[in-house]
């Protein structure tokens, strides 16, 4: 991984195991552009909405093992992109950090509040009406989220209050994901310090 080079708030990340192989880039500064290649049809059309939403760049290359199913690919794939997101973001200095987001997707209402705190925490109250989107296990959305939290060192809080469509429940929370990381990653002009009363992040 490289770790934020020349401050560009860019990193680029490899990762291969027996079950994947992923190349992934990642631009914060970017303009929501997504070029994503996982094999997993729909959890590429939830990474397009996280970079469009979130202007960041997302570049995703990931063979995995969709023999068996989606769940090694997915939860690979959130964890090298939340890893990359902590080595772009460097030390956080002059960062928001705090985002918060609730958006609509038609029957159903997604909330996400996030801090990039460096500490990991996950909390999911998300009911979905059925197993499936189509092919993909909606339990692979949880997956995901949990991963990207870990290695993003993020507290992400996701609440459903209501949504009757499987499609837009998980639409909505991936929306919603990404205007609250468009709002903490983003610079604060008023102070370009670490945003924290420790010194770090």
Do not use: C
């Not at 609509?104 to 997604?110: C, G, K, S």
């Not at 939290?149 to 429940?169: D, E, F, K, Q, R």
Request: hydrophobic share 40%; no cysteine; aromatic share 6%.
């Amino acid at each position: 991984m490289a770790n934020n080079p020349g401050n560009l708030r860019q990193a680029r990340s490899n990762r291969k195991t027996r079950e994947t192989d992923i190349a992934l880039a990642l631009k914060l500064d970017g303009t929501g552009e997504a070029r994503v290649q996982t094999g997993v049809g729909f959890f590429d059309h939830m990474l397009h909405h996280l970079a469009r939403h979130s202007m960041m760049d997302i570049e995703v290359k990931a063979t995995g093992d969709l023999h068996i199913d989606a769940h090694h690919t997915v939860e690979d794939v959130s964890l090298v992109l939340g890893g990359a997101l902590a080595d772009a973001l460097g030390e956080k200095r002059g960062i928001y950090r705090y985002g918060w987001a609730s958006v609509p997707m038609e029957d159903a209402l997604a909330n996400v509040a996030l801090d990039l705190s460096g500490r990991p925490a996950f909390v999911f109250n998300v009911r979905f009406p059925t197993p499936k989107i189509g092919e993909f296990d909606v339990e692979l959305v949880h997956e995901s989220l949990r991963s990207l939290s870990n290695t993003a060192g993020m507290n992400l809080h996701v609440n459903v209050p209501y949504g009757s469509n499987s499609h837009h429940i998980a639409e909505a929370v991936f929306k919603a994901l990404a205007k609250a990381l468009r709002q903490a990653i983003a610079i604060d002009p008023h102070n370009g310090d670490i945003p924290s009363t420790k010194g770090v992040l």
